[in-house]
């Protein structure tokens, strides 16, 4: 291949070496386009089950809470093999990545057998404990069944799968696979809510339906990319190339157009990691080190998806509309996500690799620039939020009432996204160096010792009636940043062994 400057193909790039900026912008963007896409489904669902009714809104945000639930326990134990494989990567030691990656994917067939069992049996007796409307249960428990008892083969394979491209350094094919399943999913989503063309009208179940067959296209995607060894990279020498190709026209706008021409940017190769069956086996011990890391963070994960069904049902005496408004809320929420998750994610992969390969100090380093490239960015959305709350809920509903009280709750939620850049993006980081007590100890003590009990005194003994638990999670938000800050400064992460 041609070089042109001082471009290098990001398949093989090693991430340990070279500028620590340019090494955490490169990786996190995808992640971010990755997390975006991902969030954009959820919210594309509630745009389309919002225009059933306030109960539909209030079903499908509660159970989706549950569904939350499942994802961050495979969030979590994705997160063992992420350190380990990260490890790895950084120490040039490719055959134990392999075999890392192939007890990932036992943990994932295990956990799916589970998931299922306790989905289809739970979906609605939880629902009901909630003390909400018969409506809002039948709605919820459909959509349940469907993400737990179809669903969780796709989650635990696809997540395991994407978590191990992008441990070893890959985040652009994951992105590309994510780009490919949304643009499957959008459309199945609308065609099965509302019955359109051959597809049969399923209202709310057709958003998990879709959920469904769209991500099994990714996991498709996914393990094939993985066991084929085949990479997607963005080849910047062909970039360059096309603003010098004079055969894409004369003059400025065919340079233009040969400089962004999407065929001479997107390039397949080999990957740094293809994975093999070569002597496979079931490793108890290798599979007990990534649970061993791993739990930790699913119970955070699970803790803070509780949490939120906590929420929920200090929210239901407050009627339908405040628990819809809550719910719409999420999904809002979820399109600011993907920054601080992109930017976390990044900083860990980073940080794994560099400890792999004995750089601590490189390590360190990315974490606090993605720090603080978040809490930049978090302060930009919440003036966005300050100024344009009502049209940022209308495109998911119109309904008068249901925007006022989201709007109020979005201004509100915008005090704490001023420093939740920072909790979320260094919890990932020591995350990703495999120190996940510390970061779950966080979650605990916020949610159960500070968020929770607020949520339940400030509507009790004060006038602030259910905006109290909109501000109760603010403080949360809060207290977790200056914990995570802390304990980062304190640098034990650093010699954790994994």
């Known amino acids: 291949m041609e070089s042109i400057g001082s471009v ?50 209030a079903g499908i945000g509660v159970a989706g809470i549950y569904a939350g639930v499942q994802m961050m326990l495979m969030t979590g134990l994705s997160v063992g093999t992420r350190a380990l494989v990260a490890r790895f990567i950084g120490a040039h030691d490719i055959e134990g990545a392999n075999h890392a990656s192939q007890q990932a994917f036992v943990i994932s067939a295990v956990y799916t057998v589970v998931m299922i069992v306790l989905g289809l049996a739970l979906a609605e007796p939880v629902l009901r404990l909630m003390g909400l409307a018969d409506d809002v249960v039948m709605l919820g428990a459909d959509y349940m069944r469907i993400m737990f008892g179809l669903g969780s083969v796709t989650v635990a394979f696809w997540m395991m799968g994407y978590s191990v491209m992008q441990a070893s350094g890959d985040t652009v094919t994951p992105m590309a696979i994510i780009i490919l399943y949304r643009i ?17 009208c399923m209202g709310s179940s057709g958003a998990a339906m879709a959920n469904v067959i769209s991500r099994g296209i990714g996991m498709v995607l996914v393990l094939w990319a993985l ?29 233009v157009f040969g400089f962004v021409a999407i065929w001479r940017i997107v390039a397949l190769g080999q990957g740094r990691l293809q994975l093999t069956m070569r002597h496979f086996r079931v490793d108890l011990a290798a ?18 998806s509780l949490s939120l069904v906590v929420i929920a049902w200090l929210m239901a005496p407050f009627g339908t509309l405040a628990v819809a408004a809550h719910s719409l809320l999420q999904r809002v929420e979820m399109l600011l996500m993907p920054v601080n998750l992109g930017l976390g994610l990044g900083a860990g992969v980073l940080a794994g690799q560099n400890l792999g390969a004995g750089e601590p100090g490189r390590a360190e380093r990315s974490s606090w620039q993605a720090t603080g490239l978040a809490t930049g960015l978090m302060v930009i959305c919440s003036v966005a939020v300050l100024l344009w709350a009502e049209s940022i809920v209308r ?20 005090a704490g996204y001023v420093v939740l850049g920072a909790g979320q993006v260094l919890m990932q980081a020591l995350s990703g160096a495999g120190d996940t007590v510390p970061p779950m100890m966080f979650g605990l003590v ?10 339940y005194l400030l509507p009790e003994f004060t006038d602030m009636g259910v905006l109290g638990i909109r501000w109760a999670l603010v403080a949360g938000m809060a207290v977790q940043a200056v914990f995570a800050v802390a304990y980062f400064r304190l640098g034990r992460w650093k010699r954790k062994r994994v």
Not at 446 to 455: E, G, K, R
């Open 287 to 304: 599979i007990w080190r990534m649970v061993r890391i791993g739990i930790p963070a699913s119970v955070m994960g699970a803790q803070r």
């Open 446 to 455: 916020t949610s159960w010792l500070v968020t929770l009990p607020l949520a």
């Open 227 to 255: 066991y084929t060894g085949r990479a997607v990279y963005f080849d910047w020498n062909r970039w360059l190339q096309g603003w010098r190709d004079t055969d894409t026209g004369q003059g400025f706008p065919g340079k």
């Open 8 to 57: 290098t193909p990001r398949r093989d790039r090693d991430w340990t070496r070279g500028s620590v900026t340019r090494n955490l912008l490169s990786l996190s963007w995808p992640m971010m386009v990755t997390e975006g896409l991902y969030m954009i489904g959820i919210s594309i669902d509630m745009v389309w089950v919002g225009k059933l009714g306030t109960a539909a809104i």
């Open 184 to 200: 499957v999913h959008i459309p199945l989503s609308y065609a099965l809510v509302f019955g359109w063309w051959l597809f049969p």
């Open 395 to 414: 495109i998911f509903n119109t309904d008068p009432e249901l925007v006022a009280m989201t709007s109020t709750y979005l201004r509100i939620a915008a």
